[in-house]
């Protein structure tokens, strides 16, 4: 039978289910309403401000020298960090799981820290512990007098910030794939009289040029997109796109600009991923060999590159545990401390835990946080999961166009999204029943369980492909229903991935600003609004204690998810029926199925720490 063929049968076995047909209506309508027509909303608002073509939000937009900068700085920012991200991931990646370091395990664990916090908080940290007023530059001031205070900002400060938080997709992706080499590929170049250099650059390394590619991207795309590190450590010289779209639609007379700026911006988001696509199928990146092998650490042969290497992966580690250090201390110093950056025995208290989890300025933010958060990863997981099982059952032109029409937010940016939900429904629309939604605490849910769809869908796909189709059909010979088989089933089986994916999103949405900053009530502003105003100064030294509260909170209930999701694997026995590339189980929740594996490709989502 052709393709077509079964294409077509598998649609019209669809359409004669009435449950099915309910569940394609209610997407019909949410695809509709939150994914398509506000992404074409920004189009008419920008192009079609009076029902004709307008060219003005685009003379405006090169006649504004602050709004072209700004495209200049965020082009600017994405090559750069594209560069420095890949240097830096690929050296931590290479020291701690191909050569063979002393203390490799420590270094791993201090590398990973920026999968514990990301976004706001890490910029937040750096700037208290390397900015104007910051814990370092006190102390360098008393050794330099004369240096530059505010040393520590500007593109400098953004690109190094931004660099050391996203090595978490190297961490993840390049790590996963280094573990596939064949080790007797290695070993016969070896044979052949090959350089441990040589080896490197001519076999190991383009054995992960696909996932190179897919991180390559993401580094791209979250330059592109930066908002909380550039508002936070850029500085009136450094502003990029997004910051600039956020002052825009403030302003109703600057709106259309703001649109402008926001289409650039998913323009620049597509055409990146279609030219890192094409790039990425022009090679062929596999082993040949028949029988793999794991890979063995190698020893660096030279010492003066060995100890060189050594130097350098234990400076790095400095580099990315000395800010959680002095969170995690300074989250307990009291307010003198703070001020002169000078830590002794007596200046620690319990103070600030004390008023931030027993006051209610200090625990509404994080409350506020943890509800929205809550509820956005039930709903997205909720929602997806007999979406996701049709998607992977059935396999035809109308499941291929609604899965792609679901991975809108994962080739737009979330400056595009948002600002569509607030230009589609600051007045009263059919589409949401006439409501105005805009203003209100509900589009903050939206957003955020917008934002989470395609990263939701693709696991949960992933979860229900790795189920044997020998149960399915054995309930269906046995005269069992669709709906019975999938209650008591499959659903059994996927639902610890599910609990593993609803864990995963609650993290990255816990300290989320960049859905926030555009859409969020004033009267119920979320933990990621206040931290950053508390980076400003707004709330004195004690905005700034309360802010290494959250923080250390926000790292112990994200580091205790990810030990969860992850950290058990080493626990689990190979050969299982969850047994990864590895050769260990995938995760901590039996069934899970982690991200490495189910998304190594260009189209990756970006990684619970959040975008910087």
């Known amino acids: 039978m052709s393709g077509s063929s079964r294409g077509g049968s598998s649609a019209k076995s669809m359409l004669r289910s009435p449950f099915i047909l309910i569940v394609g209506a209610v997407l019909t309508w949410f695809i509709a309403a939150f994914l398509v027509w506000p992404n074409v909303n920004v189009l008419i608002a920008t192009f079609f401000p009076d029902g004709n073509f307008s060219g003005r939000a685009a003379e405006k937009l090169f006649s504004s020298q602050r709004a072209m900068k700004s495209l200049g700085n965020s082009f600017m920012l994405a090559v750069a960090l594209s560069i420095t991200v890949n240097v830096v991931g690929i050296f931590i990646v290479l020291v701690t799981h ?13 590398y990973a820290t920026t999968f514990i916090y990301g976004g706001i908080v890490l910029a937040a940290g750096y700037k208290f512990i390397y900015g104007d007023k910051g814990i370092i530059t006190s102390l360098l001031l008393q050794v330099f007098p004369g240096m530059d205070a505010a040393w520590f900002s500007g593109f400098f400060a953004v690109l190094v910030v931004m660099t050391f938080a996203t090595t978490t997709n190297h961490m993840l992706f390049v790590a996963n794939a280094l573990r596939g080499v064949d080790y007797q590929t290695i070993e016969a170049a070896k044979n052949l009289g090959a350089s441990s250099w040589t080896i490197l650059r001519r076999v190991v390394l383009p054995m992960l040029k696909p996932t190179l590619f897919a991180v390559t991207i993401l580094s791209f795309l979250t330059g592109l997109g930066a908002l909380s590190a550039p508002q936070v450590l850029g500085g009136r010289d450094f502003q990029t796109i997004t910051p600039m779209i956020l002052t825009f639609t403030n302003s109703p007379t600057s709106r259309d600009l703001a649109a402008l700026l926001a289409v650039i911006l998913g323009a620049a988001t597509i055409l990146m991923l279609a030219v890192m696509t094409r790039l990425e199928k022009g090679g062929t990146y596999f082993s040949v060999s028949k029988v793999s092998s794991a890979l063995r650490k190698q020893q660096i042969t030279n010492p003066v590159a060995n100890i060189a290497v050594h130097l350098t992966a234990y400076l790095l580690f400095a580099v990315y545990t000395l800010p959680v250090l002095l969170i995690v201390l300074y989250s307990f110093a009291d307010g003198a401390a703070i001020q002169t950056g000078q830590l002794s025995p007596g200046s620690l208290t319990l103070d600030n835990y004390v008023r931030v989890l027993t006051q209610e300025s200090g625990l509404r ?22 979406v996701a099982r049709l998607l992977q059952k059935y396999r035809n032109w109308v499941s291929s166009l609604f899965e792609y029409l679901l991975h809108i937010p994962w080739i737009l940016p979330s400056a595009l999204l948002a600002l569509g939900l607030i230009i589609s429904y600051d007045h009263p629309n059919p589409l949401v029943g006439g409501a105005v939604l805009t203003g209100t605490t509900v589009i903050l849910l939206i957003a955020f369980v917008t934002v989470k769809i ?28 669709t709906l019975y088989v999938f209650r008591r089933i499959l659903l059994p089986l996927v639902l610890p991935a599910a609990a593993a994916i609803a864990a995963l999103n609650f993290n990255s949405l816990l300290d989320d600003y960049d859905t926030a900053i555009f859409l969020a009530h004033p009267l119920v502003q979320p933990l990621g609004l206040v931290i950053k105003a508390n980076t400003d100064g707004a709330e004195g030294v004690e905005g700034v204690a309360n802010t290494f509260v959250y923080t250390v909170l926000l790292m112990v209930i994200t580091g205790l998810t990810m030990y969860l999701v992850y950290g058990r694997s080493g626990r689990r026995g190979a050969g299982k029926s969850g047994a990864g590339p590895s050769g260990r189980r995938r995760a901590g929740f039996p069934g899970t199925v982690t991200i490495a594996e189910a998304a190594p490709g260009p189209e990756a989502a970006p990684l619970p720490a959040g975008r910087p």
């Open 454 to 481: 395609p990263f939701t869908l693709r696991m949960l796909k992933a979860s229900f492909a790795s189920v044997n189709s020998s149960l399915e059909e054995a309930a269906a010979i046995m005269g069992a229903k």
């Open 365 to 386: 933010p994080f409350v506020v946080s943890v509800v929205y958060s809550a509820l956005a990863a039930v709903i997205a997981v909720g929602g997806l999961l007999f």
């Open 98 to 110: 191909y050569f063979r370091i002393r203390g490799s395990r420590i270094l791993f664990l201090g």
